[in-house]
């Protein structure tokens, strides 16, 4: 059996685990830890606290600070309302390509690291190599945040990582942070004929987002010089402002739901004191002058930093000579990436399939693109 049939049957198998990211995981890390124990490699799961989700980091060579990690989330995003033209948990194989649900978001390239890690086993020597699976990415890159937390903890310290995002093998080496907030406003009921005697939600909600669209133009005033994003500014999006139910009522609740996708983390610092400046000088004081209950909170949802252009990244350096690539892109979509560039490793994402078939119906990845991503795992063997 070739190293692609390897991978193609774990694929298949991984396809099988129905992971959504509102689901358990567990049974999927099991089986990943089970191929990587045969493989060689030392195990730990780390379970989050409901007992539901885990991590998987397995490692390969010796103990100890340093080495490189390959990193893969095992969630993925639901099927339901989706016109699949079949299950989407049984994998197809058709014209070359590998349909199912994760095949290339992003089982495909964990399941290219399984087929690999035997040969890794007995190549490395001289560094540990990491096969890090994470759950809940999909939801707030949920478990990489738990799994930094640990390691910082742990005073363990990878020195590069590549997250095996779907780019079609090109290599990434810059994506932009994504925050979203959750921020709910509350009022005090009345009659419409007398708003003076009542704090409208809705109407403080709308101060606010106003405020949101103010921060939106400024920050492209603070666009980094040579900024190579599109847009090249950090950016703000209200998705959606409810409160309230009839015209005549003052409205006692509301709430936003927003997020910013910061080029550099000090536009997210920016703009959470702008806000916090103006709900603590002007909103809040004239909202409690007629009910002191009235208040102002905000839920964050996910703060996931991005991945910032470096001029020096060892992994990008890496990873383009494995791929042979003479040039490096950014994305506008988010992975745990930023996450573990802030630990200080150099990150790079490079990874099977194409992000254009992600979290759609019939997903699929293709035999060339593992091929590739074979070819590269290989090429980091003979390397190390």
Same mark, same amino acid.
């Given at each position: =059996?070739?190293?692609?049939?390897?991978?193609?049957?774990?694929?298949?198998?991984?396809?099988?685990?129905?992971?959504?990211?509102?689901?358990?995981?567990?049974?999927?890390?099991?089986?990943?830890?089970?191929?990587?124990?045969?493989?060689? +490699?030392?195990?730990?799961?780390?379970?989050?606290?409901?007992?539901?989700?885990?991590?998987?980091?397995?490692?390969?060579?010796?103990?100890?600070?340093?080495?490189?990690?390959?990193?893969?989330?095992?969630?993925?995003?639901?099927?339901?309302?989706?016109?699949?033209?079949?299950?989407?948990?049984?994998?197809?194989?058709?014209?070359?390509?590998?349909?199912?649900?994760?095949?290339?978001?992003?089982?495909?390239?964990?399941?290219?690291?399984?087929?690999?890690?035997?040969?890794?086993?007995?190549?490395?020597?001289?560094?540990?190599?990491?096969?890090?699976?994470?759950?809940?990415?999909?939801?707030?890159?949920?478990?990489?945040?738990?799994?930094?937390?640990?390691?910082?903890?742990?005073?363990?310290?990878?020195?590069?990582?590549?997250?095996?995002?779907?780019?079609?093998?090109?290599?990434?080496?810059?994506?932009?942070?994504?925050?979203?907030?959750?921020?709910?406003?509350?009022?005090?009921?009345?009659?419409?004929?007398?708003?003076?005697?009542?704090?409208?939600?809705?109407?403080?909600?709308?101060?606010?987002?106003?405020?949101?669209?103010?921060?939106?133009?400024?920050?492209?005033?603070?666009?980094?010089?040579?900024?190579?994003?599109?847009?090249?500014?950090?950016?703000?999006?209200?998705?959606?402002?409810?409160?309230?139910?009839?015209?005549?009522?003052?409205?006692?609740?509301?709430?936003?739901?927003?997020?910013?996708?910061?080029?550099?983390?000090?536009?997210?610092?920016?703009?959470?004191?702008?806000?916090?400046?103006?709900?603590?000088?002007?909103?809040?004081?004239?909202?409690?002058?007629?009910?002191?209950?009235?208040?102002?909170?905000?839920?964050?949802?996910?703060?996931?930093?991005?991945?910032?252009?470096?001029?020096?990244?060892? +992994?990008?350096?890496?990873?383009?000579?494995?791929? *042979?690539?003479?040039?490096?892109?950014?994305?506008?979509? *988010?992975?745990?990436?930023?996450?573990?560039?802030?630990?200080?490793?150099?990150?790079?994402?490079?990874?099977?399939?194409?992000?254009?078939?992600?979290?759609?119906?019939?997903?699929?990845?293709?035999?060339?693109?593992?091929? =590739?991503?074979?070819?590269?795992?290989?090429?980091?063997?003979?390397?190390?």
């Amino acid at each position: =059996m070739t190293l692609l049939d390897r991978t193609i049957a774990t694929l298949g198998e991984l396809i099988a685990f129905p992971s959504i990211s509102s689901d358990s995981n567990l049974d999927c890390i099991d089986y990943l830890a089970k191929r990587l124990k045969a493989a060689g +490699a030392r195990i730990e799961v780390m379970q989050d606290e409901s007992g539901a989700k885990a991590n998987l980091f397995a490692t390969i060579g010796p103990e100890g600070d340093g080495g490189l990690m390959l990193c893969g989330h095992t969630d993925v995003v639901p099927v339901a309302e989706q016109p699949w033209t079949h299950d989407p948990f049984d994998m197809v194989e058709r014209d070359g390509r590998l349909y199912g649900r994760g095949t290339c978001d992003m089982k495909g390239f964990i399941a290219a690291c399984v087929a690999v890690a035997p040969y890794l086993a007995e190549r490395v020597t001289d560094r540990p190599v990491h096969f890090v699976f994470t759950h809940d990415e999909e939801v707030g890159c949920l478990g990489a945040q738990a799994l930094v937390k640990v390691l910082q903890g742990r005073g363990l310290r990878p020195s590069l990582a590549i997250i095996g995002e779907p780019t079609e093998m090109r290599v990434i080496e810059g994506h932009k942070g994504c925050y979203e907030y959750h921020t709910e406003f509350t009022g005090l009921e009345g009659h419409g004929s007398a708003p003076d005697r009542g704090v409208s939600a809705t109407e403080y909600a709308a101060r606010y987002v106003m405020r949101l669209i103010e921060l939106k133009d400024r920050l492209k005033e603070r666009t980094p010089e040579g900024s190579r994003f599109e847009p090249p500014w950090t950016t703000i999006n209200v998705g959606s402002l409810n409160g309230g139910f009839a015209p005549n009522v003052i409205a006692a609740k509301a709430e936003i739901a927003w997020e910013m996708r910061p080029v550099v983390t000090a536009d997210a610092d920016f703009v959470k004191a702008e806000l916090a400046e103006y709900c603590d000088e002007v909103l809040l004081p004239a909202m409690r002058a007629v009910d002191p209950d009235a208040g102002i909170a905000t839920h964050t949802l996910g703060e996931v930093p991005g991945l910032e252009p470096m001029t020096v990244n060892a +992994a990008r350096d890496l990873v383009c000579k494995l791929t *042979g690539a003479n040039g490096t892109d950014l994305v506008p979509f *988010g992975t745990e990436a930023g996450l573990f560039q802030s630990m200080g490793i150099d990150t790079v994402v490079c990874g099977p399939g194409s992000i254009t078939q992600a979290h759609k119906a019939d997903e699929f990845v293709s035999h060339d693109q593992l091929e =590739m991503c074979l070819g590269m795992l290989e090429r980091l063997g003979e390397r190390l």
